[in-house]
């Protein structure tokens, strides 16, 4: 079975510029979650699907960020425009079942944003 | 204070022996705790969960949990070179369909 894939693996852009990452959950995953990781820092959580709905954005950094999952399959997140702070690994993740009690996360290889 | 904290490292520990991760969490709140393996470069890697108090072994791997004292260990017995990694405690206030708060991982290094 194929894990979780993210598409591009990097991505170096410029300040102002406009990118959007993909990620492909594991088949039949109805959970897909975002996270960031900024150099020395740890893993934060952006934002969680369930479905196509958005379950929660808590973690969304502002409104220059944009997840969107149409059909509830692969998901896509959007920054426009792009700021030098946005650099890190962003990591897509999805587990199986809302409210199981064995559920994990599997993560994806991750995106290496580099914003100059 | 941080949510979830973890000694950074690097730990080096001689190959055979009991490598010992820690980590110690704010919210008492919090219900599964996970241990995720990260080789660099690659995604972390779900090796461990556990969510009662007491011990959960798993091959080499023996997780530990204390709720009162809001504390979780990962024991790897017989510690192998391909045990050098970066190991990412992680905790949820549900039962892992939510979002995870992350430590900032230690570096494990074993030594042949």
């Known amino acids: 079975e194929a894990g979780v894939t993210q598409f591009p693996s990097h991505s170096v852009i410029e300040k102002g510029q406009t990118v959007t990452l993909r990620c492909d959950p594991i088949s039949g995953h109805d959970n897909l979650y975002w996270y960031r990781r900024v150099m020395g820092k740890e893993i934060k959580f952006l934002l969680h699907f369930v479905k196509e709905s958005k379950q929660d954005e808590s973690g969304m950094p502002n409104n220059r960020f944009l997840a969107e999952r149409t059909g509830g399959t692969y998901s896509t997140l959007k920054v426009q425009p792009a700021e030098l702070e946005d650099s890190g690994v962003y990591f897509c993740a999805s587990s199986q079942d809302p409210g199981g009690m064995l559920d994990t996360q599997y993560f994806g290889p991750g995106t290496r944003l580099t914003v100059l | ?112």
């Open chain 2, 1 to 112: 204070q941080k949510e979830v904290e973890q000694n950074s490292g690097p730990l080096s520990v001689p190959e055979g022996a009991i490598a010992s991760l820690n980590c110690t969490y704010s919210d008492r709140g919090s219900q599964s705790f996970f241990w995720y393996r990260q080789y660099s470069g690659k995604s972390p890697e779900l090796i461990m969960f556990i969510y009662s108090n007491g011990d959960k072994e798993d091959g080499r791997f023996t997780a530990q949990l204390n709720k009162a004292s809001q504390y979780v260990s990962l024991l790897i017995r017989d510690s192998q070179p391909s045990d050098s990694a970066t190991y990412l405690c992680a905790v949820g206030i549900g039962f892992g369909n939510e979002k995870l708060t992350f430590g900032t991982g230690t570096r494990l290094t074993i030594i042949p």
